[in-house]
């Protein structure tokens, strides 16, 4: 029995008893009689308003986003990536009527960080920051992740990518890349790449070069790139696999030799440096994305309003400017472009990391 009918219930018992027991009296107040079922009609209809307004749902009356917005990104304070999220989260906050804060979850290379998106309550509250690292890397060496990177998210926007470089040390004998293509050929396991580490992205590009070229060159892992820089420079490594942002003043200045973008169009940024494919690399193209993610189950309304808003931000002169300062292509993209890049690029690097397992 519900809520409403056992209020009907009590309310007709009480009043029912007490008009058979004044019929029973002689001395009745006719007057009082007259009002009772006026009374009674009135108690009903308060019970009726008091429970339709008790059902109704506490969410029905919260128009999204009636507080504070998290953006959790799976990296550290003051990298790239943070620093991207952070421009982000500062114009989102002024797009909505709420604030966007960044809060920075990291551990277990992107995983820890990344599972708690997934984890997260589906109710347009918690954001994520996700790139090529953390949703396609992570999945080619980690087998057993505690969470799907398709099926576990709900992507919002594409942000941009940065194409990885393929840098020379300026001491070296190859000129170009084509010339260190030659000489790894001519003297197999001779030359080495430097990696931000073993199962980073920078590593699998590497794998991915020396696949698709058919060379033999020393794997050295890094923690980090600015140790590796140093050694590149002092020609104790003879290549690197790195990003834009970290060496485009260093390559500038003649410290670096840019050999090429691992990118079908040169960057904006160095113009002069040629793309893999024209450096005699073609095919091997590489870059790190970067998107806006959403736990699974986030309401459509809620996601095509935050694409709304991402889109206006990533096409504002004033973030593409700063975008291009941490090395990112500003691209912005539907929620599908987004759910498209992940699915290519796991596919992608999960057979690059079979070979280098299998070649083990």
């Known amino acids: 029995m519900s809520h409403s009918q056992r209020l009907l219930r009590a309310c007709g018992k009480k009043w029912g008893l007490r008009m058979a027991h004044n019929r029973s009296t002689t001395n009745v107040d006719k007057t009082r009689v007259s009002q009772r079922p006026r009374l009674w009609w009135s108690l009903l209809l308060a019970a009726l308003v008091l429970t339709a307004f008790l059902s109704v749902p506490r969410v029905a009356h919260a128009e999204w986003p009636d507080h504070v917005i998290r ?4 990296f550290g304070a003051g990298s790239s990536s943070d620093t991207i999220a952070r421009i982000i989260a500062a114009k989102l906050s002024e797009q909505l009527p709420q604030r966007v804060i960044v809060e920075n979850k990291v551990g277990a290379g992107t995983i820890i960080g990344t599972d708690a998106i997934a984890k997260s309550a589906p109710d347009g509250y918690t954001l994520g920051l996700a790139n090529t690292s953390s949703h396609a890397a992570s999945v080619a060496f980690t087998p057993n992740l505690p969470f799907d990177p398709i099926k576990d998210f709900s992507p919002i926007a594409m942000i941009g990518s940065s194409p990885f470089l393929l840098i020379g040390s300026p001491t070296g004998r190859p000129k170009t890349l084509e010339e260190f ?11 080495s790449y430097a990696s931000a580490g073993t199962g980073t992205l920078t590593h699998l590009a590497g794998e991915f070069v ?28 003879d290549l690197l696999v790195g990003t834009i942002a970290p060496t485009l003043a260093s390559i500038r200045q003649g410290n670096l ?36 993610v959403a ?12 694409n709304q808003a991402v889109s206006k931000i990533v096409e504002s002169p004033e973030v593409q400017e700063s975008l291009k300062i941490q090395g990112v292509t500003p691209e912005f993209g539907p929620p599908e472009a987004v759910a498209e890049r992940i699915r290519t690029d796991v596919m992608k690097w999960k057979e690059v990391a079979a070979k280098i397992s299998g070649a083990k």
Do not use: F
């Not at 953006?71 to 799976?74: A, C, D, E, S």
């Not at 698709?212 to 794997?219: A, F, L």
């Not at 040169?266 to 994305?289: H, I, M």
């Not at 736990?295 to 935050?306: D, E, F, N, Q, S």
């Open 181 to 191: 293509i030659a000489l790894a050929k001519a003297e197999p396991g001779k030359l």
């Open 71 to 74: 953006l959790i990104v799976p």
């Open 295 to 306: 736990p699974k189950g986030v309401p459509a309304a809620i996601i095509a309003r935050l």
């Open 257 to 292: 030799r840019a050999y090429a973008i691992m990118s079908e169009t040169r960057s904006p940024l160095l113009p002069d440096v040629p793309t893999v494919g024209q450096a005699g690399a073609p095919g091997c193209e590489a870059a790190l994305w970067t998107a806006l």
């Open 210 to 237: 020396k696949w698709k070229t058919g060379i033999n060159v020393t794997h050295v892992p890094y923690r980090g790139s600015e140790q590796s820089l140093i050694d590149l420079m002092a020609g104790r490594i």
